[in-house]
Structure formats: structure tokens, C-alpha cells
């Protein structure tokens, strides 16, 4: 029998110790703190009221009210504008005030993840960037898209075991007259409307209990760094991700579960752009249909940019081929502006999503071929030239 | 040095030629020299659970567990046509961060893109084609997908509201009540003064520089976009 000495074992393991520096982080938030004392960089911290939320382990992590400045999804503002809208909406409705800004660029996540034509510096330098304008203007960011919510974490835990990575950033930063600052939570906005939850519910004018719904949970929301997201053990006894769904849930709406609700969507980054066959078939043969046979919902809420793009897209080539498909597919923002009465075109802004959702808003009680004659006379100012844009006084008009 | 077990894919099947073993383990030391590398490796239990959760798996020839497996083996054969073949079939979604062993398989994919396209692989070539005026668009607007984007004939397979969209474009957008939002081009209007220091960063971390590679012509349309921008600001590059 060859007996293998103990050291050579211990060599072949050493490659993959995990030392204590490299467990994943408990508490952000508590480093970034420290590494401020240290002067290494700015947290910019909250200063209005917030509510107090648990994440995966148990963590408590808090989420302004008010005073947000809006991180926007470029897939968000440029294909689902009702999505960004609606976010919007509901904060002026709550009366919470916010800065929706122009310095602000894309996290430029989406094309990270699907060319690579980027590296950890400057992804962390552009992260860095949008925080340090959003800390000169006072607002405290709320990231609208599940990607640039994971990756800006990823960028965080980066600049917290990385000391050079940290120096280069804060380099790039002085050359543009900036400091490298990071929030002292990073909140996507599912997480407020999760938070505020009761209070939109307080506002609802539209009933929705006999609205059966299943939730896709964002990949990049709950598994890239996944021990910043928000849990809750009222909600899938603290097994699954609670946005979207208690926030259905405290609408009224009948929340389904169905088998492969762990699975992404199929989006893929660069496959929903160049490579789209296996976008639509994993987003039906995976997703939709699943829900459709187990769960036969009226709509799939999610909250992510790429989510609502993939499931609602990919639909109309498998109606072709007479799959079972056909379901609505909205943000939780849109669901909820609908339930406290927002308009499904004006600000919704249904037209611009291709699964059918007429369905369902006969199932909330709104008369959509009204409203869309509403929409088109408004359209009609907007050519005649007795207005150059629509404001927010119109929409509610 | 050629290990038969290695390839899993028949070389003579690639569509890639071989490379001598000092390029192979020059550019493995490339993957292994990024700093995130030691936080997404701890070795493999061979459990399969990162495969099951993969929906590049389903659909491709693909598995994480060959790419952390091959990784922690630093099988360099097989590193090397992984970087031909696989990585970029992979969703980067993190399913597979689910790992009991918490590695990352995604993020080491990630890495062996960025050596990939740092150093002009086929793969990373190809993987690209089609994919120039997304880059061009996020790197010189500041913002990834646009509204005039939805043409029918670039996604003829999202239905006919594309056209709809593509048609009413202009007015459809100046009816968004937000302000930021009245623009075709871009996703949201992006402060001048904002684009400038997005510029910056590209040419200052070398993030610009790493297309040369992979699509010359882009990266001097984009060098001259930038270059151009910062001289009227009297700015140096």
C-alpha cells in the first residue's frame, strides 16, 4: 500500500484554502465603514427616514423613503419605458420626493456580461462614478435594474478585498474631480416597493384578488452576491426571495408558485441580442410554459430590465408554433401603479410590451380600448403642436 | 503538451488550430493574475449542482463544472479550448454560485472572456460579429440599448408592436411624462459633461484599448469619437 505523506496532501490543498479574508462579506456595510475611518474612501450614508428590512442571513438593512436619486436601466428607459415610469409614478403618488438625473451613465453591466469588452477597473470606475454624483447632489441612490444592482455589488466587495483595485479607482476618480464613494446600502428599487408595500397598498383603487400571478425572481437580484437581498420568513417561509411577491401579496393578488422558479429567464446578455434562439427557447420551454401547465397565471411579475424583455419577447415566435404560451408579462412597479389606479398607456405604457395584456386588464376592471382612445387623443396634441411633450399634470389628467 | 483526455470536443471538430503549450499556459497565468480569480475558485466536489442549475447546460454543450474542474486541475489543454468553445455560450445569470463550495464559475468564465478578447482569440472574434454597434452605443452614448433600436428587421421575432414602436417612435417618446426620457437615440438623456468622464474612464483603464484586438476598425471609430470630444473640451486624453 503507498501511503501519500500528510504535507504532500496538504500541498496539493493549499491552492484552494479559503482564508478568512476570502469568505464572503457578512456585513458591507460595516467594512465600508471602517475602511472610511481609514480615509480610503466616502460612504455616503442616509439621511431621511428608512425602514428597516432582514436579507438572506439575517442582516438588517435599511431603506430610505424619500429623497432618492434614480439610478436608471438603459433597457428599462429605452424598450420598457412604462417600467421606469411607473417607478417614478408611484414614489409621486406616495409623495416621496426624488432627483431622476441626467449625470448618469449606464452601470454598462449589460455589456460587461455579454462582450467582455471591459475590465474590473473601469467597470468599478463607472459604478464609482454614478455614486460620487449622486453624493454631490444630496439624493441617495435607488438602482432601477436587477443587474446593475448585482453588479455594483459585485464592484463593492471588489473595492473591499482589493487595496489596489481601490487605488487605481481613486486615481481615475481625482482626475475627474471625484471621490470614490460607495452608498451605505446598496437598494434596489424592488426593495422600496417591497418596504413600502402597505403604505401602496393603502392607495389602491383597483382589486386584484382574483388576479392569479407568478413571480420570476432576478437572477442578478438574489444570486450575485446573494446575501444582500431581502428575505422574509412570512413570505415562502424565508426560502425564496420576498420582493415581488409580498408586494403582490399585499395588493390581494394570488400568488402561484410553479416548478422552475430557480431558473433565469434565458436572457443571457449577449444570446438575447445575437443569439436569440436560445433566449426563446428557454424562456418558453422553461419558464412559460411551466407556469402556464402548473400555475395558468394572468400575468409573470419580475424586477429586472432583462427579465421583463426575455419573458415578454420571446412569446410571440412561440405562438407561431402554436406553444403554450400567452401570458402577460409586467414589472412588479407596473402591477402596482395599475392597482392604484395609473393609466395603462400613459403611464403604464403597455403598447411598447408584445404578450398580450388586455386580459388582464379587463381582470382589474379597466377598459382598455378606452383608455387607448385616451392615449390617442393625447397623441393628437402632441402632433397638432398644442404640446411639445406630455408632463406628469397629463397623465393624471 | 497534448493530454487525449482532454479534449472532450475533437480538436478536428473546433474549427481551431492548436497552439504551442507555453501560449496555452501564458494565457491561463493571464486568467490567473486577475485579482477576483482567488475569490471564485476553492476546488469542486464534483456534486453536478452548478450544472443543474445552468441554462447554458440545457441548451449547449456546456458545463460549469468542466470550467471549474479544469480550473482547479489548471489543465491548460483543456482551459485553452474551453476559451475556444465554451465560455461564451454561458448566461452569466450566477446560477451556479450556488455552489456548496462557493466558487464562481461564471466569474472565472468572466476572466477567461476578458483574456479572450484581451488577446484576440478566435472565439472572442466571433463571438463579437453582429455585436460592434452595441458596443459602439454603450461605450460612446453612455447607455446600452436605445428606442431606435426596435426596428422590426433587427428583432422580427419580438412581433409586430416592434413595428408599431419603430413607426411612432418620435411622438411615443414625447409622451413619456419623465423628461429624461424624450430621447430616441439613447436610453436617457446623458449630461455632456457626464459623457466626458465616461470617456476618461474607458481610455484610462484600458478598457478601450482592449477591442483593438478583436475589432480594429471599431476601436478607431471610437478612439476618434473620444479623442475628438475631449480635444473641443480641452481636455487631455
Known amino acids: 500500500m503507498t501511503t501519500i505523506p500528510v504535507e504532500a496532501l496538504l500541498r496539493k490543498k493549499e491552492h484552494f484554502e479559503r482564508g478568512a479574508d476570502r469568505r464572503a462579506l457578512e456585513d458591507p456595510r460595516a467594512e465600508l465603514l471602517a475602511l472610511e475611518a481609514q480615509g ?55 409623495g416621496y420626493d426624488y432627483h431622476d438625473p441626467q449625470d448618469q451613465t449606464s452601470c454598462t453591466a449589460w455589456n460587461y456580461y455579454a462582450s467582455a469588452t471591459s475590465n474590473a477597473a473601469a467597470q468599478a470606475a463607472v459604478a464609482v462614478r454614478n455614486f460620487a454624483a449622486a453624493e454631490q447632489t444630496g439624493y441617495f441612490p435607488l438602482i432601477h435594474c436587477g443587474t446593475s444592482y448585482g453588479h455594483y455589488k459585485e464592484v463593492r466587495e471588489e473595492l473591499i478585498r482589493h487595496p489596489e483595485l481601490r487605488a487605481e479607482v481613486r486615481g481615475i476618480m481625482a482626475r475627474l474631480g471625484k471621490q470614490l464613494v460607495l452608498p451605505e446600502e446598496i437598494i434596489h428599487y424592488s426593495e422600496w416597493f417591497f418596504a413600502l408595500r402597505h403604505e401602496i397598498a393603502a392607495k389602491q383603487v383597483r382589486d386584484v384578488s382574483n388576479v392569479v400571478v407568478t413571480v420570476h425572481p432576478a437572477c442578478h437580484y438574489y444570486k450575485l452576491v446573494e446575501g444582500d437581498a431581502l428575505y422574509d420568513p412570512e413570505i415562502y417561509g424565508g426560502q425564496r426571495t420576498a420582493v415581488v411577491t409580498g408586494l403582490a401579496q399585499a395588493l390581494g393578488a394570488e400568488v402561484r408558485s410553479y416548478s422552475t422558479w430557480f431558473d433565469c429567464c434565458g436572457f443571457g446578455f449577449r444570446h438575447i441580442l445575437v443569439q436569440r434562439d436560445f433566449t426563446r427557447s428557454f424562456a418558453t420551454l422553461r419558464k412559460i410554459e411551466v407556469m402556464k401547465e402548473e400555475a395558468d397565471p394572468d400575468v409573470v411579475l419580475t424586477h429586472d430590465t432583462g427579465c421583463v424583455t426575455t419573458l415578454d419577447k420571446s412569446q410571440f415566435a412561440a405562438k407561431a408554433h402554436d406553444r403554450n404560451v400567452g401570458v402577460a408579462v409586467l414589472s412588479d412597479a407596473q402591477f402596482a401603479a395599475l392597482a ?19 386580459p388582464l386588464l379587463e381582470k382589474m376592471g379597466i377598459d382598455h380600448e378606452q383608455a387607448w382612445a385616451e392615449f390617442q387623443a393625447d397623441i393628437k396634441r402632441l402632433e397638432s403642436g398644442e404640446k411639445r411633450y406630455l408632463d406628469w399634470d397629463d397623465v393624471d389628467s | ?29 493571464q486568467v490567473k493574475a486577475d485579482p477576483r480569480y482567488a475569490d471564485y475558485l476553492y476546488g469542486c466536489y464534483e456534486c453536478g449542482i452548478c450544472v443543474a442549475v445552468c441554462p447554458s447546460a440545457r441548451f449547449y454543450d456546456f458545463s460549469p463544472r468542466r470550467i471549474a474542474q479544469a480550473a482547479a486541475r489548471e489543465d491548460v489543454d483543456l482551459i485553452y479550448q474551453q476559451m475556444q468553445e465554451d465560455i461564451w455560450e454561458c448566461s452569466q445569470c450566477f446560477s ?24 484576440g482569440l478566435a472565439s472572442a472574434k466571433e463571438a463579437l460579429v453582429g455585436y460592434s454597434r452595441i458596443i459602439y452605443k454603450i ?30 417612435l418620435d411622438l411615443w417618446r414625447r409622451a413619456l411624462p419623465p423628461e429624461t426620457l424624450h430621447t430616441t437615440s439613447t436610453g436617457w438623456k446623458v449630461a455632456d459633461s457626464t459623457l466626458i468622464e465616461l470617456y476618461l474612464i474607458w481610455l484610462h483603464t484600458g478598457a478601450l484599448d482592449m477591442i483593438s484586438g478583436v475589432d480594429p476598425s471599431l476601436h478607431a471609430i471610437l478612439q476618434e469619437v473620444m479623442e475628438e470630444r475631449l480635444e473641443e473640451e480641452g481636455i487631455e486624453p
Open chain 1, 40 to 94: 480610503e474612501l466616502v460612504v455616503q450614508k442616509m439621511d431621511r427616514e428608512a425602514m428597516a428590512m432582514t436579507t438572506k442571513y439575517g442582516r438588517e438593512k435599511r431603506i430610505q423613503k424619500s429623497h432618492l436619486w434614480h439610478h436608471k436601466s438603459c433597457g428599462q428607459c429605452g424598450h420598457i419605458p412604462g417600467y421606469s415610469t411607473s417607478i417614478f409614478w408611484v414614489m409621486r403618488k406616495l
Open chain 1, 340 to 358: 392604484m389606479g395609473a393609466h395603462p398607456y400613459k403611464v403604464c405604457q403597455l403598447h411598447w410590451h408584445s404578450a398580450d395584456y388586455r
Open chain 2, 1 to 29: 503538451m497534448t493530454q487525449p483526455d482532454a479534449a472532450y470536443k475533437a480538436r478536428d471538430v473546433t474549427g481551431y488550430a492548436d497552439v504551442p503549450a507555453e501560449t496555452k499556459e501564458h494565457l491561463f497565468e
Open chain 2, 96 to 119: 451556479c454560485v450556488r455552489c456548496p463550495r462557493g466558487n464562481n464559475p461564471g466569474g472565472i468564465i468572466t476572466i477567461m472572456r476578458e483574456v479572450a478578447i484581451n488577446n
Open chain 2, 139 to 168: 461605450m460612446s452614448t453612455g447607455t446600452q440599448v436605445s428606442p431606435d433600436m426596435l426596428q422590426q428587421d433587427a428583432f422580427p421575432d419580438w412581433g409586430p408592436e416592434t413595428a408599431d414602436v419603430s413607426a411612432n
